[in-house]
């Protein structure tokens, strides 16, 4: 009986997107499970080029997970190599868009945030009523692109509530979805997320390097390699806050990808049964007043 067992144990590693055990209702999600289907995630926001991206997903739907007051770039602290880098492009796209670059990156992506000055979420409450409006799924990134294995109970409490507030203020409603900034997370993250009644936590199976300075080209690649990937799922991590990504990367991938059949949809789509809805309803929306500050 255990010579059986141990038999079958090998298979398991090549079962694709299963998910994480449950913890306390909270689950870890690093790929779509929907074949054919594929979930673009922008982090960061909001600035201004959320519409942008929007537009580019030519019909289809993202996810957006927000960090609403977006610190100054002389505030953020350096960016931890919390994963190993995304495999490189292994090929070239065959047809690049026809404002293909393969420059290096300049400076002014060479660092995560550097060069914008990001905004606050309610400078921008239109535009996340609009995309929640239009079906797109909106999550939390923390209040201050906090790394969570840096903070206590208490501080990551904190970072999570405040974003709570602002959906709460500007939807009505509380978000149950969540990525960790740097993917960074740990046990405490997760038991504080579970206890705020958060469902799932976003990962990624592909990361396009948009804010770690990488070029167009190479966030083409990244694109390239999953059109060649169909129909199997995947979960892309882009970011709203670069503006080739919504000028470039995406106005070229977007269409191939549809073209080549893949469905773009948001992350609680994909998941197929085990997703849910992304937000827990608190009341109707406010209106802004004084209190909608950062
Ligand atoms: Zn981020």
Same mark, same amino acid.
């Given at each position: 009986m255990l010579g059986s067992l141990l038999a079958l144990?090998?298979?398991?590693?090549?079962?694709?997107?299963t998910p994480t055990p449950r913890q306390n209702g909270l689950q870890t999600i690093?790929?779509?499970?929907?074949?054919g289907q594929i979930a673009l995630t922008f982090d960061d926001?909001? !600035?201004? !080029?959320e519409t942008d991206v929007a537009n580019a997903l030519n019909g289809g739907l993202g996810t957006f997970f927000l960090n609403p007051p977006s610190q100054l770039p002389s505030q953020l602290p350096s960016q931890p190599p919390s994963k190993p880098p995304?495999?490189?492009?292994?090929q070239p796209p065959s047809?690049?868009?026809?404002?293909?670059t393969s420059s290096p990156p300049s400076p002014l992506r060479?660092?995560?945030?550097?060069?914008n000055n990001y905004e606050c979420i309610y400078d921008h409450y239109q535009t996340i009523r609009d995309l929640h409006a239009a079906g797109h799924t909106l999550g939390s990134h923390t209040w201050s692109h906090?790394?969570?294995?840096?903070?206590d109970y208490n501080g990551i409490s904190q970072e999570l509530e405040k974003v709570e507030t602002a959906f709460i203020n500007i939807l009505g409603l509380k978000p149950l979805y969540f990525r960790p900034p740097y993917g960074s997370i740990n046990d405490l993250a997760l038991q504080v997320l579970a206890d705020r009644g958060y469902k799932k936590v976003f990962l990624w199976s592909?990361?396009?390097?948009d804010a770690n300075g990488e070029s167009v080209s190479y966030s083409d690649g990244v694109y390239w390699n999953i059109i060649n990937d169909y129909p199997n799922p995947h979960l892309v991590l882009d970011h709203s806050t670069i503006q080739t990504t919504s000028s470039e990367v995406l106005p070229w991938a977007v269409p191939q990808l549809q073209s080549k059949g893949y469905q773009l949809v948001a992350v609680d789509t994909c998941l197929?049964?085990?997703?849910?809805?992304?937000y827990e309803w608190v009341g109707n929306p406010g209106n802004p007043d004084s209190s909608w500050t950062c």
């Open positions: 144990l090998p298979v398991v590693g090549f079962v694709v997107a690093s790929n779509c499970e929907v074949s926001g909001p !600035y201004i !080029y995304s495999q490189p492009p292994s047809q690049p868009p026809s404002n293909f060479a660092n995560h945030h550097q060069g906090a790394d969570m294995t840096t903070l592909d990361d396009i390097g197929g049964a085990n997703g849910e809805w992304p």
